[in-house]
């Protein structure tokens, strides 16, 4: 575990498992957000139909993958974290949450032209290059553990939280599922 900022338990690299357990519990609980995309829209000036469509491209939609595979990204740390401030921390969004919107967009367009999904995000990292702008942000968040930031990763308190929230709703859809079956 990565301490950053002062803060202890702070999640700053996400080859952990903690990242990669945040990951996959935002990216379930963006797919079930209905809030998101008008506060992403809100907070950034992008037109509605591109967050929504952005947002299908990267959480919803499948893509042939690598191994030839048709499926699903899998969850990114920094994407996540992207996210969550693009819609709910509006005076913490890092410029490279902003590049994730631009990039992902780009990479849609050439996509949508029909070349493969891998060819159009390496071309789209040489113009908007989300992956370094995002290593080196939480690179510099290690380099100076010791310096205050407004910018809080996540840490251990809010994963449990989250894992409230999914167990929650789990337990809400499993309600929705079977409606006539007492508790």
């Known amino acids: 575990m990565q301490i950053s900022g002062g803060i202890s338990g702070a999640i700053t690299d ?7 357990e945040y990951a ?4 379930e609980r963006v797919r079930n957000d209905n809030y998101d995309i008008d506060k992403i829209v809100k907070n950034t000036g992008f037109k509605r139909i ?9 959480f919803y939609d499948k893509h042939e993958r690598s ?27 890092q410029p490279h949450d902003l590049l ?13 032209q029909g070349i493969p999904q891998e060819i159009a995000h390496d071309t ?15 690179e510099n968040l290690r380099k100076t553990q010791n310096r205050q930031h407004k910018e809080t990763p996540i840490n251990l308190k809010t994963l ?7 167990k929650n709703a789990n337990i809400r859809e499993d309600t929705k599922k079977r409606p006539n079956e007492k508790g």
């Open 14 to 20: 996400q080859e952990t498992a903690e990242a990669q």
């Open 24 to 27: 996959i519990m935002e990216y």
């Open 50 to 58: 591109q967050i929504e469509v952005i947002k299908n491209y990267l």
């Open 67 to 93: 191994n030839g595979n048709i499926e699903r990204f899998d969850p990114d740390f920094y994407i996540a974290q992207s996210w969550h401030r693009l819609a709910y921390e509006p005076n913490n969004i």
């Open 100 to 112: 994730l919107l631009e990039h992902e967009a780009m990479e849609l367009s050439l996509a949508l």
């Open 124 to 138: 789209t990292e040489k113009k908007f290059n989300y992956t370094k702008a995002a290593t080196d942000y939480y």
């Open 160 to 166: 449990a939280k989250l894992k409230i929230l999914q």
